[in-house]
């Protein structure tokens, strides 16, 4: 589904990533691990049209897309919740999933749909639906950001750090959301610093070391790796 080759970014005279290549197939869940700084973030940053490479290609179901404003990324099937969630405080849950998760979609009779479908995965959204987004709870955030990411009917899913800040049974709980989200047939990937939650939902994962792609693999493969044992799961 999504093909990266050889990917360059740049922060000015500064290089963010090195020559990225990675691939995420059709209904996988892929992870991208890796240390604060790592790159992680910019890489789905240029997925979504945010960031624009120095070289390098971005393939998504066979078509180029880089260089594409990300409004025409997300029409053609990718959608991006961002770390730190960036949800709209002022206005309502409602207002959040209908009027900006769907901006836009022209299949406005569907969309109540989708709207029906994220409050069966998240029923909590349904009961806050004129609650303010800022009033919420840090999971419930959480929560909105991704549903709204789903509201545009996307193809490929891209999390970034959905896990971050949240206690311990939230994690577990986001985990079986991100399972639901991909058996309905969204393909994810997921960038997360817990790579023990982040292996243990994925199907494959990369690690980002300082811009480059150090490790990559199945998921349970992975989690056998010394280096990764050590790094990021306290073993």
């Known amino acids: ?31 991208l ?12 940053r240029t997925i ?29 099937g990718i959608s991006h919740c961002p770390e730190g969630r960036r949800i709209f405080p002022e206005m309502d849950v409602y207002e959040n999933l209908v009027m900006m ?22 029923p909590k959204l349904k009961e806050r639906s004129r609650q303010r987004g800022g009033t919420l709870s840090g999971g419930e955030q959480q929560m909105l950001a991704i549903g709204r990411a789903l509201m545009s009917k996307p193809k490929l ?5 959905p896990s971050l800040g949240l206690a311990p049974s939230a994690v577990q709980d986001l ?7 991909n058996a309905s047939g969204v393909t994810v990937l997921l960038v997360e610093q817990n790579a023990r939650m982040a ?27 010394d280096q990764v044992r050590k790094a990021y799961l306290g073993m």
């Not at 093909?3 to 869940?29: C, F, H, M, P, W």
């Not at 998760?101 to 998240?122: I, N």
């Open 101 to 122: 998760g769907a901006y836009l979609r022209s299949d406005k009779k569907e969309v109540m749909g989708s709207l029906e479908s994220v409050y069966v995965l998240f």
């Open 157 to 161: 899913l891209l999390l970034d750090e």
């Open 199 to 225: 292996l243990g939902i994925s199907d494959r994962a990369y690690v980002l070391e300082v811009g480059k792609i150090a490790l990559s693999g199945k998921a349970k493969d992975l989690i056998q790796v």
């Open 48 to 76: 979504s049209g945010l960031l624009t490479p120095r070289s390098g290609e971005i393939t998504f179901l066979g078509e180029k897309i880089n260089g594409f404003p990300p409004h025409k990324i997300v029409k053609k």
């Open 175 to 181: 985990a079986r959301r991100i399972r639901e989200i």
């Open 1 to 31: 589904m999504l093909q990266i080759s050889n990917l360059n970014v740049y922060y000015g005279k500064s290089i963010a990533l090195r020559d990225v290549t990675l691939d995420v197939g059709e209904k996988e869940v892929v992870s």
């Open 33 to 44: 691990l890796g240390a604060n700084g790592a790159g992680k973030s910019t890489t789905l």
